[in-house]
């Protein structure tokens, strides 16, 4: 029998399904796949995804944790950094950052202080 790992699919914590879709889906450019609620006025647990990101946001109560921090590889990170400040969000502006081990990287901070971090490999070197 042969195993095999597939995605991954972090769970963050949410508190405002409308602060979370301005910011999943306005400004990080995710859309929802789907969503579920044991009844009308549950707490929401939803997934969004961008490409092969997928993300699931909770209103759960002990599912996920605020302030958590999630590392997402890619490439193209420059290209999503002019993206996302081309939106001209105005809770995030976010910068690059050239790290010492070899990556690129843009982080932002969701509106529940979880923290994302794209990075991409690069050449120590690269400015």
Request: a negative charge; aromatic letters at 12%.
């Amino acid at each position: 029998m042969s195993m095999e790992f597939q995605k991954t699919a972090p769970v963050l914590r949410i508190y405002s399904l409308d602060k979370a879709r301005e910011f999943y889906l306005d400004f990080l450019g995710c859309k929802v796949d789907w969503e579920h609620r044991f009844a009308p006025d549950a707490p929401i647990y939803l997934q969004v995804s961008r490409g092969n990101l997928s993300l699931h946001l909770s209103e759960h109560h002990g599912d996920g944790t605020p302030g958590s921090h999630v590392y997402i590889y890619m490439t193209g990170v420059r290209a999503l950094h002019q993206e996302l400040n081309g939106k001209n969000y105005r809770h995030n502006r976010p910068g690059l950052q050239q790290q010492d081990w070899g990556m690129l990287e843009l982080a932002v901070v969701d509106p529940f202080n979880n923290r994302i971090v794209f990075g991409e490999p690069t050449d120590k070197t690269e400015s």
